[in-house]
């Protein structure tokens, strides 16, 4: 399923650079470099440990955009974010993550000052420092998996100047991996699925050029 997702997404990506050789003789900015604030909501589910969650999050993200056509371009959005691990409401540990996701784009009104677009692409997940203690037990050897998912985003475009954008997005992450945590050396779960799925919600500015 998931190599299928990045077959449509890469041949998507094509036809755009296909397309854009016909807009080539057009006159508009076909780069984009963006700052945003983001709120990053987990919804964590983990089929062998359901009292385990994770805190939510606000990171900056950093972005890079290219317009192969005034209303089709592709994205890459990246951040780092710090989360909290909760079991049963308690605060027992933590984890980082860099989830870098790529998109591709279409933005319905390209020549308006709010421009609103949806995307549609592929999220990486890659999760280190992962600590949690339990008391009574000790602290425990935690590893969350790399895993590789689909992706979804809509917002808007906001010009502010000619080259000056406000940004308002919405993202929701697809990330399906596994857990493994060990105590003392001898393993607790193996191989134990977790689903991890945020929304993030983002504010920022953009600079076309």
């Not at 993200?61 to 192969?68: D, R």
């Not at 319905?108 to 592929?122: D, L, T």
């Not at 590789?148 to 919405?170: M, P, R, T």
Request: glycine share 8%; charged share 20%; no cysteine.
């Amino acid at each position: 399923m998931k190599n299928r997702i990045v077959g449509i997404v890469l041949a998507a990506l094509m036809v755009v650079s296909v397309a854009s050789v016909s807009t080539a003789a057009e006159d508009f900015k076909r780069w984009s470099a963006g700052l945003q604030l983001m709120y990053i909501n987990p919804d964590v589910d983990v089929a062998d440990l359901s009292v385990l969650d994770a805190e939510p999050a606000i990171t900056g993200g950093l972005t890079v955009e290219y317009f192969f056509t005034p209303s089709i371009s592709a994205e890459l959005v990246a951040a780092v974010a710090k989360h909290d691990l909760e079991i049963a409401d308690q605060n027992l540990g933590s984890l980082w993550i860099l989830p870098p996701s790529l998109y591709a784009k279409y933005h319905f009104m390209p020549k308006s000052k709010i421009s609103p677009y949806i995307g549609v692409g592929v999220n990486w997940v890659k999760a280190w420092d992962e600590k949690l203690y339990l008391p009574g037990v000790g602290s425990l050897d935690v590893d969350v998996e790399d895993s590789f998912g689909w992706a979804a985003k809509a917002g808007a475009d906001i010009q502010v100047s000619e080259n000056l954008y406000l940004n308002v997005d919405v993202m929701y992450l697809s990330v399906e991996t596994e857990l493994n945590v060990k105590a003392g050396g001898a393993s607790v779960l193996s191989g134990s699925d977790i689903d991890i799925d945020p929304w993030v919600y983002s504010i920022g500015a953009k600079y076309r050029f």
